[in-house]
């Protein structure tokens, strides 16, 4: 019997170690078939640069004098749910068996490729190109990248606006958001829980500002670059004149109080820094403000909470939701509008989203000025994004060369971001003499200064988005007298309520960057020679001054702010 018994007992273990061998092989090939089938395509082209939607100044500078960019932080909380880096190495590995190769060390950002084109591969071609593989050789400094493709059905072409659950999105053109301009359609009008002498102030000057008598002794070119210059004179001058501003002193450095002044986040430090110490438009009474300022930022907040080991998007929120409640409980104003009458500066890729819930009611200003994000025109205000490469000298190097001495008909230089420039490239890149489409350029002196020497040698300058809808090279064409050519739906430009940008840029569609040179050949001569004027004039809102002067880019910024808090006021 005891035979007996030890042989079944034998028997027993042997099965079940056979049962858990099939069992693990099982479990292997249902693991192995389920990346197969979920290989992250979206995530490729995202991987091959290690710095978000910046010029080549730009890219240098966040690389290498800074070693920060928004990328390298949004990796820390785009990667969250993926655990450990054992993990990301081994999918960017896995990545690399399907003809990718791609630097592991590169910063990058899931929580932002989540929002991208998931059919990045699916590519229409230009119709004089033949059928067969397309390349696409981006340089991200460390690698070189090789992204080829067979070509797809015109109907790809779709695939442009496909998100990450391949739903369809439908892009805003600058048609449609002139309409909002004008039918004041994205207003939320919040009602003041009681009125203030303020607010009958505002009143008053909105009332001003929709009756302002007709400017004619000015020149027509200047006038054109506005949707009416009139009523823009007058409300600038209603600012000048009854604006005041109260800036909390709560919070402490370095995310509130502690502006950085250089790089492409420049322009949310420069206005703080100028705004505190203005002595024309801050009162120290809050009884006295029409706006209140909440002094914060969106890029220190990143970077310090970072430094604190945070795991989570919703820290950095939580951070801001209790400065608000400070603020609250310690004043009655921001209850009296629930915000509405508050505003804060924000350049960071991130900052629409940590302010999504406790800061929606303020007048957000915003460089990431999406409108299919949430961006609310006429509500919220676009921010410039301004490279600066000294603050101790921020108007260095403006102008550019006449248009007879600009031989080139389009430049672009940048990192190979988001889905969009892989396809400006694919398309453009060393196919027509008068297009110099790049990747990123050499980053020493030598590659800044060819930078800066093509774009004022270039007709028109290409605005491309990258991982999300602003760039700096819209200013920067500003600046270097270029025409700029933005392609980046749904994309709010600055100071949108009052500037007629249609009037000085070119807008295209994502979806038609490969009949781009056909569109930009057929603009004619005057046309061109018109908008290139336009920019000389318009180039004087968007400088930055130590001591900031009438119309420049501080004063634009709080005029916009001013303009559309004026106009949320509810006449009576």
């Known amino acids: 019997m005891g035979i007996e018994l030890q042989f079944q007992r034998l028997c027993c273990v042997h099965t079940i170690k056979k049962l858990l061998s099939i069992f693990g092989i099982v479990l292997a090939v249902v693991v192995l078939i389920s990346q197969l089938l979920a290989l992250p395509y979206e995530n490729y082209i995202s991987l091959l640069s290690n710095v978000d939607g910046v010029g080549v100044e730009a890219e240098t500078d966040l690389a290498t004098d800074e070693k920060r960019s928004n990328v390298e932080v949004d990796s820390v909380l785009?990667?969250?749910?993926?655990?450990?880096?054992?993990?990301?190495?081994?999918?960017?590995?896995?990545?690399?068996?399907?003809?990718?190769?791609?630097?592991?060390?590169?910063?990058?950002?899931?929580?932002?490729?989540?929002?991208?084109?998931?059919?990045?591969?699916?590519?229409?071609?230009?119709?004089?190109?033949?059928?067969?593989?397309?390349?696409?050789?981006?340089?991200?400094?460390?690698?070189?990248?090789?992204?080829?493709?067979?070509?797809?059905?015109?109907?790809?072409?779709?695939?442009?606006?496909?998100?990450?659950?391949?739903?369809?999105?439908?892009?805003?053109?600058?048609?449609?958001?002139?309409?909002?301009?004008?039918?004041?359609?994205?207003?939320?009008?919040?009602?003041?829980?009681?009125?203030?002498?303020?607010?009958?102030?505002?009143?008053?000057?909105?009332?001003?500002?929709?009756?302002?008598?007709?400017?004619?002794?000015?020149?027509?070119?200047?006038?054109?670059?506005?949707?009416?210059?009139?009523?823009?004179?007058?409300?600038?001058?209603?600012?000048?004149?009854?604006?005041?501003?109260?800036?909390?002193?709560?919070?402490?450095?370095?995310?509130?109080?502690?502006?950085?002044?250089?790089?492409?986040?420049?322009?949310?430090?420069w206005f703080m820094k100028l705004m505190e110490k203005n002595k024309q438009f801050l009162v120290k009474d809050p009884k006295r403000a029409h706006l209140f300022y909440l002094p914060f930022s969106s890029l220190k907040l990143r970077e310090a909470l970072s430094k604190q080991n945070f795991t989570h998007q919703k820290d950095l929120e939580n951070h801001l939701s209790n400065y608000i409640g400070r603020i609250s409980r310690n004043y009655h104003f921001w209850n009296r509008s629930r915000g509405a009458d508050h505003f804060f500066v924000a350049c960071h890729d991130w900052a629409p989203r940590l302010t999504r819930k406790n800061m929606e009611t303020c007048v957000r200003v915003l460089c990431n000025s999406n409108i299919a994000g949430g961006f609310k025109i006429q509500k919220d205000v676009s921010l410039p994004v301004t490279y600066v490469r000294s603050a101790e000298d921020p108007l260095k190097d403006l102008g550019g060369n006449p248009p007879s001495a600009r031989p080139v008909l389009a430049f672009f230089a940048g990192g190979i971001h988001g889905y969009l420039r892989p396809i400006l490239l694919q398309h453009w890149s060393e196919k027509e003499p008068d297009m110099k489409i790049f990747g990123p350029m050499p980053r020493d002196p030598e590659g800044k200064a060819k930078y800066r020497e093509l774009m004022k040698s270039s007709k028109y300058c290409i605005c491309a988005r990258g991982y999300e809808v602003h760039t700096p090279r819209v200013v920067e064409s500003i600046h270097y007298e270029c025409v700029p050519v933005i392609i980046s739906d749904n994309y709010v430009p600055p100071f949108f309520?009052?500037?007629?940008?249609?009037?000085?840029?070119?807008?295209?569609?994502?979806?038609?960057?490969?009949?781009?040179r056909n569109i930009l050949l057929s603009i004619p001569v005057e046309k061109y020679m018109k908008m290139q004027r336009r920019l000389k004039i318009v180039q004087q809102y968007f400088l930055w001054h130590k001591n900031p002067v009438k119309y420049d880019l501080f004063h634009m910024i709080l005029h916009s702010i001013w303009y559309n808090r004026v106009f949320q006021v509810k006449s009576e």
Not at 186 to 192: A, D, F, N, Q
Not at 497 to 516: G, M
């Open 78 to 269: 785009g990667f969250q749910k993926l655990g450990n880096s054992s993990y990301l190495e081994k999918r960017l590995n896995a990545n690399s068996t399907v003809g990718f190769y791609l630097n592991v060390s590169t910063y990058s950002s899931l929580g932002k490729m989540r929002n991208e084109s998931a059919q990045i591969l699916q590519l229409k071609s230009p119709a004089a190109r033949p059928s067969g593989r397309m390349n696409v050789i981006a340089d991200t400094g460390n690698k070189t990248v090789s992204l080829s493709e067979n070509e797809t059905t015109s109907s790809n072409s779709n695939m442009l606006r496909a998100g990450f659950n391949g739903k369809i999105r439908r892009p805003a053109s600058i048609s449609y958001m002139n309409s909002l301009v004008q039918q004041n359609s994205s207003i939320s009008l919040v009602r003041p829980q009681w009125r203030s002498a303020r607010e009958g102030e505002l009143q008053n000057a909105k009332v001003q500002i929709e009756n302002s008598p007709i400017i004619r002794n000015i020149p027509k070119l200047h006038a054109s670059i506005f949707r009416n210059y009139s009523r823009f004179r007058r409300s600038y001058e209603l600012m000048e004149r009854v604006l005041k501003v109260y800036v909390y002193k709560e919070g402490e450095k370095p995310i509130f109080h502690q502006p950085y002044m250089r790089v492409i986040y420049a322009s949310e430090g």
């Open 497 to 516: 309520e009052v500037l007629d940008w249609e009037s000085f840029s070119v807008f295209v569609l994502e979806k038609d960057v490969p009949d781009l």
